[in-house]
């Protein structure tokens, strides 16, 4: 089993930066996905962005256009940690961040083969003021 936890999120401006981290324990990944989905009040759960490796120093990544040019999605293998760089934040980015992970036989190359994870993280609030 593997346990997501999410950590960063916060009350920021408008224009404003922030980092969420998500922590991986438990079994451990060899060929991997991990990454962020987000759910605006009223909303459904959409894709953020995703991070996948077919070795330890290859990474893939994949994004939502809505985020394309402000968000930036990372891995730490040493930590198991994945981290998402937001910046420009607009208020329109306000919503529930969740972690996501699956294992998977290939890098994912397209948004919607990281759709059905296997292991989620409890989501952390993001709340962007105009």
């Known amino acids: 089993q593997v346990q997501l936890e999410e950590s960063g999120g916060g009350l920021v401006q408008a224009g404003g930066s922030l980092r969420l981290s998500c922590a991986a324990s438990g079994r451990t990944f060899s060929s991997a996905a991990m990454g962020w989905f987000r759910q605006a009040p009223g909303k459904e759960r959409v894709f953020v962005a995703v991070?996948?490796?077919?070795?330890?120093?290859?990474?893939?990544?994949v994004y939502a256009d809505s985020v394309k040019g402000r968000f930036t999605i990372s891995r730490d293998s040493a930590k198991n940690t994945v981290y998402l760089q937001m910046n420009s934040l607009k208020p329109e980015d306000t919503a529930v961040y969740y972690c996501?992970?699956?294992?998977?036989?290939?890098?994912?190359?397209?948004?919607?083969?990281?759709?059905?994870?296997?292991?989620w993280g409890q989501g952390t609030q993001v709340t962007v003021s105009s």
């Open positions: 996501a992970a699956k294992n998977v036989p290939r890098p994912i190359r397209i948004a919607t083969d990281f759709y059905e994870c296997d292991y």
């Open positions: 991070i996948s490796w077919s070795s330890p120093s290859t990474y893939y990544a």
